[in-house]
């Protein structure tokens, strides 16, 4: 019985593999006649490239957080309690309470 899953599994992955290698060459020869030109091809084939942003301050800030520090806040500090901010403080809980429950 496994012996004649292999076989299929085989078969259907061989069959998978061709049409990939079909789809991949019509995008090499199509891509001649974008914008980039032939050659400018991102890869994987059909997959377009990520966004690099033109400078470090183009990047999107995440804020780093537990209910008693904040990370990475600003480029010169490492981490700040969030001690005297009871409004910041009370929305941290407040997520982390939803996250939960």
């Known amino acids: 019985m496994l012996k ?8 259907e992955i061989n069959e998978m593999s061709v ?6 060459e019509t995008i090499e020869r199509l ?5 980039e030109g032939c ?5 994987p084939v059909g997959v377009p490239p990520p966004f690099k942003p033109p400078t ?9 957080f537990n209910e008693t520090h904040l990370f990475l806040k600003n480029d010169n ?6 001690k005297g901010r009871e409004r910041e ?4 809980q ?8």
């Open 19 to 24: 049409n990939i290698k079909k789809y991949e």
């Open 56 to 64: 470090r301050f183009d990047v999107l800030r995440w804020d780093y």
């Open 89 to 92: 403080r009370e929305l941290i």
């Open 39 to 43: 050659g400018n091809i991102p890869w």
């Open 77 to 82: 500090d490492f981490s700040d309690l969030l």
């Open 94 to 101: 407040q997520i982390i309470w939803n996250l939960i429950f």
């Open 4 to 11: 004649l899953q292999k076989y299929y599994n085989e078969l």
């Open 31 to 35: 891509s001649c006649q974008s914008i």
